[in-house]
């Protein structure tokens, strides 16, 4: 505002933005992401999804079922303690340049979870473009 000697305010300036689009953009962006939970919480294959350093932030029932661990066991870089012992450098070696590289990743695997079950499965990511 615009002050007199005295210090009182003589004056306001206000500024207004338009945000319609903003405000369209987030609730098309939440609806996706209810969209995508939707289908992914009701899939019968393992989804997963990770941010750009490949640390796990979503895994879907279906995936937590295969490698017998508990949301919170996957996140970060934890779900690498799922895969079979015989097979976790290579996938956590092939997973890594993976992510480095920003290439597509596929390779066949097992699981090895808390009570002893084994689980093959065929696992494949590739990075979300916008």
């Keep these: 505002g615009i002050k ?14 338009d945000i319609s689009n ?11 992401k209810e969209r995508f939970r939707t289908l992914a919480e009701s899939s019968p294959v393992g989804i997963y999804y990770t941010d750009n350093d490949g640390n796990c932030e979503y ?3 279906t995936w937590l079922e295969m490698a017998g661990m508990e949301f919170n066991e996957a996140m970060g870089d934890k779900w690498i303690e799922a895969i079979h012992p015989d097979d976790r450098d290579f996938v956590a070696e092939k ?26 499965v065929y696992g494949t990511a590739s990075k979300l473009l916008d």
């Design 4 to 17: 007199n000697q005295d210090g009182e305010i003589l004056e306001l300036v206000g500024i207004s933005t």
């Design 59 to 61: 895994v879907n029932p």
């Design 95 to 120: 997973w890594e340049e993976s992510v480095a590289s920003a290439n597509s990743w596929e390779y066949e695997y097992r699981f090895l979870s808390k009570d002893g079950k084994t689980t093959w």
């Design 22 to 32: 903003y405000k369209d953009a987030l609730e098309a962006l939440l609806e996706s």
